[in-house]
Structure formats: C-alpha cells, structure tokens
C-alpha cells in the first residue's frame, strides 16, 4: 500500500510540473503573439491614421473651394498633396485628385504656370491607372481647357473642351447631363471669336438636355435661352430670338417675381433685341422697367 500511495505521488507531482511547464510555454507564446501583434499594429496605425489624415484634407481643401475661401483651400490642398505623396505609392489615383484639386486652386488665382503640370501630371495618373476613356480623364481635361480659355488661348481650350466631351459621351451617351458644361463652353469659344453658327449649335443641343433632363420651367434654362437667343439676333433670326427671350422672361418671372434683378437682366437683352430691330417704343419700356428694378436693388 504504501508503494502504492509513493506512486501516486510521484505521479502527481510529475503531472503538476508537466501542467507548469506547458503554461510557461503558452504564456511564452502568448507573449510572443502580442508583441507580434502590437508591432503589426504599430506598423499598420501610422498608415491608417496618414490615410485618414489625407482624406480629411481633400475633404476641407473641397469645401474651403465651395466656399470661395480660396487662400486657405490652397494651404490646406497643398498639405493634402504632400500627405498623399508621403502616403500612397507612385501613380495613386489619390495623389491625381489632390493634383487635380490644388491646380483648380492655383488657376482661380491666376497661377496657370504651377497649375498646368499639376494637371498634366493627374492626367498621366488617372490615364495609367484608370484608362484613357474613364470619367476622372474627362475631368482634367476639362479643367485643362477652362485653364487655356481663361488666358484666351482659344485653339487649345477647345481640342481639350473636344476630348473632354468625346470620353462623357462614349461613358454616359450623347444626352447626358454631364455633356452640358462642355457643350456650354464650346458655345461661349465659338461665341467670343463670333462664330455664331457653331455657337448655337452647341448651345441648342445643351438646352435641348437640360429640358428633357429638369423639365420644360427650370429656372436654369431660361439663361440658357437667354445667351441663345442673342446668337439668333446676331444670326438675324428674329422670330427665334423674340421667342426665346420671352420664354426666358416668362420662366424667370415665374419662378422669382416680377422685380427680380436676373428679369433686368433678359430685359435688357430684349431692348437691345428691339431697339436693334427698330422698334424703339418697346426697347424703352424695357429699359426703363430693368432700371427700375435695379434701383429697388441698390437702396
């Protein structure tokens, strides 16, 4: 018996060192893994956080450029820039958008010579890594051409106007919304250099979308009306013209009263229509009714 109970006792104790030294060796291990995962989230959070970090700075570089606040959406659109460099690898798309917004940024001040490589380098990015008929593409080029007509570089401003144009309709089809903006802005070039045929062109396919798209009462089509409606009286055609500045004046009377300043505006377009045309009594009327207007305005 007392063999017997020896035995169990040196069993138990065997057992006991054999538990300790397992635990040891799990705690060890468990030491080993949360070292590895701290150093894991050590390595990961820096990233996480620059990422965050950048997004956050695109985001108020955007607004402050909503609200016209354009100094301090340059500091902020330069940090962004920088972030994202330091960031994300070469040739992220990223890095393209921060280049894109802050060359907007530098345009509206007038810093074409900084903000055209901006561009071009975004479009490099956006092209290699999206492809050369992606919507992103359009945008640059877009922007690219507002740069080149804001300095009268006519020739330039619409070959890019043109590519701009030819991705939205190959993406979304020739009666999209998002052709409008561009096929204003060829319009306003053809305008200025006074090729008013192609002028209208332009600016009669994008009122002709606009009214399928908001509707024949928008508010925003009667100045598309308006500007149209000009090129037609250029053109001599006179019958258009009336037309088009009354459907433009009914619309904005409609929509904002009678004495509204944007009613003085289509007035004053129509006495110049009228007093061009010969009939004097109606330009005066409308001239004196937009005064009128406009002095409500100013008091």
Not at 85 to 96: H, L, S
């Amino acid at each position: 018996m007392k063999l017997i109970s020896t035995f169990n006792i040196i069993r138990e104790i065997f057992e006991m060192v054999t538990l300790v030294n397992s635990t040891k060796r799990l705690c060890l291990y468990g030491t080993k893994v949360f070292f590895i995962l701290v150093l894991f989230g050590a390595c990961a959070l820096p990233a996480y956080t620059q990422e965050n970090l950048w997004k956050e700075l695109h985001d108020k570089t955007t607004s402050l450029l909503q609200k016209k606040r354009y100094a301090d959406a340059i500091k902020a659109g330069e940090e962004a820039l920088k972030v994202a460099k330091n960031t994300f690898p070469a040739g992220d798309v990223r890095i393209a958008d921060s280049m894109n917004l802050l060359g907007v940024l530098y345009r509206t001040y007038g810093r074409h010579a900084e903000a055209e490589p901006l561009f071009n380098q975004a479009l490099t990015i956006y092209k290699e890594s999206l492809g050369s008929n992606h919507p992103s593409v359009a945008k640059v080029l877009y922007e690219l051409a507002e740069m080149f007509l804001l300095q009268d570089k006519y020739a330039e401003a619409e070959s890019f106007y043109k590519q701009s144009l030819g991705i939205y309709e190959h993406v979304f089809g020739p009666d999209h919304p998002s052709v409008v903006n561009v096929l204003n802005r060829l319009g306003e070039i053809y305008q200025d250099q006074k090729k008013y045929a192609e002028a209208i062109s332009f600016y009669k396919r994008a009122l002709a979308i606009e009214e399928k798209t908001l509707g024949s009462g928008h508010p925003d089509l009667a100045s598309a009306m308006n500007n149209l409606a000009t090129l037609y009286y250029y053109q001599g055609e006179n019958t258009r013209a009336e037309s088009l500045y009354k459907q433009a004046l009914e619309i904005y009377e409609k929509e904002y009263g009678k004495d509204h300043p944007l009613i003085a505006t289509v007035l004053e377009k129509m006495a110049d229509f009228y007093a061009g045309t010969g009939r004097k009594n109606e330009a005066k009327k409308l001239t004196k009714r937009a005064k009128k207007i406009y002095s409500n305005y100013q008091r």
